[in-house]
């Protein structure tokens, strides 16, 4: 199983271990402290992955092993499909890029992102020269794809997004909201179960897919009702759909892929 014990952690990065504690005979971090939380996730990003990468102190602190797996679903799909080097964008990278990233890093494709936040972008194209790697940011200008300049007569074989998911009355409140506080940019999707942002990626994205073109979709478990009226969607624009199910801890994640058949 792919992950990173919190002893082998402590041994890779010594800045970890004033984050530690002991419980019984086992070490622990507390994940409610943002900084630990982020700390722990440089580090399984650094051995696990081979990056480097840094987080804003004010953004969502993203699980890099679920991002992987994540990532891994949708291009054995795209494999399946027989596309071998696909032209990649990603809907919402945030501060970190971690999503770009990985698929630069293990995988032949080729890599737009986008992001809305000026600070978040500024921060993602760091990450990205610092790993040396070729990924093209940006700004969307608070669009998703349709009227963003660089996109005019482009077409993607993947578009990827683990999108902003929380209703429109969502309120942060720390852990619960998201995992760590974060901007509202990042967590609120619209919506009565937070499937508006999903709607109308699902809506403009076919328009931008190339024949057997994937748009690739993650969401928690909770509630069953956006899954299904995501699902729903895709159906009614003409997308052949799978879903898969990932988990990492007491995560349980939904990979939901629509195909351009």
Do not use: Q, W
């Amino acid at each position: 199983m792919l992950g990173l014990k919190i002893e082998d952690a402590v041994k890779y990065n010594k800045n970890l271990k004033k984050y530690t504690y002991k419980k019984g005979d086992k070490l622990r971090i507390n994940f409610k402290d943002k900084e630990a939380l982020m700390e722990y996730n440089k580090t399984i990003l650094n051995v696990l992955f081979g990056l480097d990468i840094e987080f804003h102190k004010n953004g969502l602190i993203p699980t890099p092993i679920n991002r992987y797996l994540f990532i891994k679903s949708t291009f054995e799909t795209l494999k399946n499909l027989g596309i071998e080097k696909p032209v990649v964008l990603e809907i919402g990278t945030g501060h970190s890029a971690i999503i770009p990233l990985l698929i630069k890093k293990f995988y032949d494709a080729e890599v737009y992102a986008t992001e809305v936040d000026d600070e978040f972008i500024n921060f993602a194209k760091r990450n990205i020269e610092k790993n040396n790697l070729d990924i093209k940011i940006i700004n969307s200008k608070g669009k998703i794809i349709k009227g963003i300049e660089e996109f005019k007569g482009k077409k993607f074989d993947l578009i990827i997004s683990y999108p902003p998911f929380y209703s429109k009355n969502s309120v942060a409140s720390g852990r619960k909201f998201g995992g760590a506080l974060a901007k509202d940019v990042e967590l609120i999707g619209g919506g009565k179960f937070g499937e508006e942002f999903s709607i109308r990626l699902i809506d403009e994205g076919i328009n931008f897919l190339n024949k057997k073109g994937v748009i690739s979709l993650m969401m928690p478990k909770k509630p069953e009702k956006r899954r299904e009226i995501i699902i729903k969607k895709m159906e009614d624009v003409g997308l052949s759909v799978e879903v898969d199910e990932i988990k990492t801890g007491n995560r349980l994640r939904y990979i939901i892929k629509g195909i351009k058949m």
